[in-house]
């Protein structure tokens, strides 16, 4: 009995049909329990669940390693999964979607292609819509139990569902990898990091801190369980020819590809940057290949186009590609084309997105209180400034023309979300968690260690030590959009 599915799980595993987007209730033969019950017996222990989060990749993929070897260990199978929850999508207190339509598309894009690479290794990626935990949770029970490897994320919510299943009795072994430099080749603790950007900085390259060489891609999986106990945790209405043909990717959600605005520094869609690992290889080779490196340093404030800064965030953001990968390419670039201010400065920017990271093992949930790291009261807010700032209709046309693009492509230069950030806390006197809220649901490249750190950096309730900067807004559009075109591109429609 221990492996029978309880019933109240049930609605939770639904797989979804992509021709006509039907959802499939999980429906397991009485004979097929049986049989599975007596193969989970053998097998229970020789499988593993790899559980992919916002590690899509095959290359430079340390957990997945992990994984592969113990299930070649104990000559056991693998099966891949993803989760898509319908938690990421809900209401957020502030009265939008916590994902957009746009993210969930750029998301479901990085899943697709890493099916795509997962069925070309004759291996596969079975994609679940439900609940993560109590999706996990039917599968660990269908399957015997199997050790379940993943990424580690450092994050409240992404710990707390590692903790749920520990606690359901799961075994769960996570691999951390998501940081250009290892925690274990860090000058101090993670837990110990300085809250100071400069001072992490300096103290890493005072001691010659490098990155670790990425792994090379994974070739080869072990094969997936095998037909008895796929068939518990697959719709039993494809027959095992169709499942063959059409592989368990098959099984992901059917969500439309998001075509993105004419105008987009990062276009995205069909023929257009898509969300897999090879789209975002070929697109750091050609930055390479076109010299982008050499002039980072002198475009990065840059606010229109495509090549003003390297544009790896969205697939940094999945795991699409690996930080470590990014930077073995720019030193490849050094090697041979000459260091220089530039290149340096890509290593410069990775180690802010590493800093954050830290930050979070250092300060946990803290991160995330009204307050944040001090004593500053609650923040006020006013609902109506924050529904004009989110429309682009704040009056203010240097904020709005970001807050225009950021909603129509879901990407924003650094210059612009510095300044729609400062505007929202600083002159629109709006609570800051708001305002992440909406960077998270909008951004194709949110990442919640930076998300959350540069917003409370911004607010003055995080680790800046200015405690907060205000940024003038027509100075800065005067600075960075002298000829006024950045405004006039995303001025307000006729
Ligand atoms: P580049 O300028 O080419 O930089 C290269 C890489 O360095 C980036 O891809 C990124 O991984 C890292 N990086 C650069 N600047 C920062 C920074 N300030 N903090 C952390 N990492 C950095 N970045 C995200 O990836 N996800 C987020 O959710 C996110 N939210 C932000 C919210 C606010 C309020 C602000 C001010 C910044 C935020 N950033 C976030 C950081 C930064 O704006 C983006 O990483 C950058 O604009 C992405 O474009 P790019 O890849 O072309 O960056």
């Known amino acids: 009995a221990e492996y029978l599915l309880p019933l109240f799980y049930l609605p939770f595993l639904q797989l979804v049909c992509p021709q006509g987007c039907l959802f499939f209730s999980l429906y397991i033969h009485p004979e097929i329990?049986?049989?599975?019950?007596?193969?989970?017996?053998?097998?229970?222990?020789?499988?593993?669940?790899?559980?992919?989060?916002?590690?899509?990749?095959?290359?430079?993929?340390?957990?997945?390693?992990?994984?592969?070897?113990?299930?070649?260990?104990?000559s056991g199978w693998l099966l891949p999964v993803f989760i898509h929850d319908p938690a990421e999508t809900a209401q957020t207190r502030w009265g939008f979607a916590r994902m957009s339509e746009r993210r969930r598309a750029w998301m479901a894009s990085a899943a697709d292609a890493l099916a795509g690479e997962l069925h070309e290794r004759a291996s596969g990626l079975l994609q679940y819509e439900g609940d993560t935990v109590a999706t996990l949770l039917q599968l660990e029970r269908a399957l015997g139990n199997p050790l379940l490897v993943c990424e580690e994320i450092a994050a409240p919510e992404e710990q707390a569902e590692v903790e749920a299943l520990r606690a359901a009795g799961v075994e769960v072994h996570t691999v951390w990898q998501s940081s250009l430099v290892a925690p274990a080749d860090l000058p101090f603790e993670p837990r110990a990091v300085p809250d100071t950007f400069t001072t992490f900085r300096q103290a890493l390259e005072r001691a010659h801190v490098q990155a670790a060489q990425p792994l090379p891609p994974v070739v080869s999986l072990p094969a997936l369980p095998p037909d008895a106990l796929l068939n518990l945790v697959k719709p039993d209405s494809f027959s095992s020819e169709q499942r063959a043909e059409e592989n368990i990717r098959d099984a992901a959600p059917a969500i439309p590809?998001?075509?993105?605005?004419?105008?987009?520094?990062?276009?995205?869609?069909p023929g257009r940057f898509t969300g897999g690992e090879r789209s975002a290889l070929q697109h750091l080779a050609q930055y390479c290949q076109r010299g982008l490196p050499h002039t980072y340093k002198t475009t990065r404030n840059g606010l229109m186009g495509m090549d003003y800064s390297s544009k790896w965030s969205p697939w940094l953001a999945t795991g699409a590609l690996s930080a470590r990968q990014a930077w073995a390419t720019i030193q490849a670039f050094e090697t041979e084309h000459g260091a220089n201010e530039s290149t340096y400065w890509l290593w410069f920017e990775l180690l802010w997105r590493d800093h954050f990271r830290w930050l979070h093992f250092k300060h946990g949930g803290r991160l995330y209180r009204a307050g944040g790291l001090g004593n500053a009261p609650a923040p006020s807010h006013y609902a109506e400034n924050f529904a004009r700032w989110c429309r682009g209709e704040s009056g203010q046309p240097f904020i709005d023309a970001g807050m225009r693009e950021l909603a129509a492509t879901g990407y924003l230069?650094?210059?612009?979300?510095?300044?729609?950030?400062?505007?929202?806390?600083?002159?629109?006197?709006?609570?800051?968690?708001?305002?992440?809220?909406?960077?998270?649901?909008?951004?194709?490249?949110?990442?919640?260690?930076?998300?959350?750190?540069?917003?409370?950096?911004l607010s003055g309730r995080g680790t800046d030590p200015r405690q907060g900067r205000r940024f003038n807004p027509?100075?800065?559009?005067?600075?960075?959009?002298?000829?006024?075109?950045?405004?006039?591109?995303?001025?307000?429609?006729?």
Request: glycine content about 6%; aromatic content about 12%; overall charge negative.
């Open 474 to 494: 027509d100075k800065q559009a005067q600075d960075y959009d002298a000829d006024g075109r950045y405004r006039a591109l995303w001025g307000p429609l006729p």
């Open 257 to 269: 590809a998001c075509v993105s605005d004419a105008r987009a520094a990062f276009p995205t869609g």
């Open 33 to 74: 329990q049986q049989e599975a019950r007596m193969t989970s017996k053998i097998t229970s222990q020789s499988g593993v669940i790899f559980w992919f989060r916002r590690d899509l990749r095959l290359h430079d993929q340390p957990a997945l390693t992990a994984a592969i070897q113990h299930a070649e260990q104990q």
């Open 413 to 457: 230069s650094n210059r612009l979300r510095q300044n729609v950030a400062s505007y929202l806390v600083h002159d629109l006197g709006c609570d800051w968690r708001a305002g992440a809220a909406w960077f998270e649901a909008q951004l194709l490249d949110y990442d919640v260690y930076s998300n959350q750190g540069n917003w409370l950096y």
